[in-house]
């Protein structure tokens, strides 16, 4: 397997613009994870997805931020409109189910000006 | 609530030099503790883990015990290399519905040669 795959690796785009990062996880993994990394507050779980479904987004910071999983072979993470702040590393992770390691995809770096 | 504390970095160590990053955790019932692994420019790696009580877990040289008396996971490797440069993250993550993954701050080790 190619493992997770993230797209696209880096981003620059300026303050108010949409952005959409995507992401395909490891084939037959039932659980989806989005993850943002900085220096400042370190790695954070943004929101979980099992089985499609959302279980938790109480780590999205806010209403700008949006996730979808239409299918089990993908998800986006959608942020409308971005801000100066927003610019991170974004991670998502797949594992087969709750509980069992994780596996991460190589990292999304945004950069909002 | 639930929480993993690792120690502070940065731990800086020279080739050869013995290794320990102390990681507890706080938790309902009995999670799966992991440590995982960052290198620069990549996302997080699975190092090893251990999903139960006086479990070893181990890898490249890495291990580390679960123990429920002192809830602690403390990496430890005998003789650390340059390329063993990285983030190291301690995490806990629960096996019922609604325990969230909970990762530690991370600890950077520099090995020099």
């Known amino acids: 397997d190619a493992g997770v795959i993230q797209s696209p690796r880096h981003e620059v785009t300026e303050m108010g613009q949409e952005v959409t990062l995507r992401c395909k996880p490891i084939?037959?993994?039932?659980?989806l994870f989005w993850y943002r990394q900085t220096m400042m507050r370190g790695l954070e779980l943004l929101i979980y997805?099992?089985?499609?479904?959302?279980?938790?987004d109480s780590g999205m910071p806010e209403d700008r931020f949006s996730a979808k999983m239409p299918n089990a072979s993908f998800s986006t993470l959608k942020i409308q409109p971005s801000e100066p702040r927003d610019s991170a590393v974004y991670f998502c992770?797949?594992?087969?189910?709750?509980?069992?390691?994780?596996?991460f995809g190589p990292g999304t770096r945004l950069t909002v000006t | 609530g639930n929480s993993v504390t690792q120690m502070e970095g940065p731990v800086t160590l020279s080739e050869e030099a013995f290794l320990t990053i102390n990681c507890t955790y706080t938790?309902?019932?009995?999670?799966?503790l992991f440590w995982y692994v960052q290198y620069p420019g990549e996302g997080l790696q699975l190092l090893l883990k251990?999903?139960?009580?006086?479990d070893k877990g181990s890898n490249k040289g890495f291990e580390a015990t679960y123990r429920k008396e002192t809830t602690s996971f403390h990496l430890e490797k005998g003789s650390v290399q340059v390329s063993d440069s990285a983030v190291y993250f301690c995490?806990?993550?629960?096996?019922?519905?609604?325990?969230?993954?909970?990762f530690g701050a991370g600890t950077r080790l520099f090995v020099k040669a």
């Open positions: 992770a797949s594992s087969e189910r709750r509980g069992t390691e994780q596996y």
């Open positions: 084939s037959g993994h039932n659980s």
């Open positions: 997805f099992n089985n499609n479904v959302p279980i938790d």
């Open positions: 938790a309902t019932g009995y999670p799966s």
């Open positions: 251990a999903t139960k009580a006086d």
């Open positions: 995490a806990s993550e629960g096996n019922t519905g609604g325990f969230k993954t909970i």
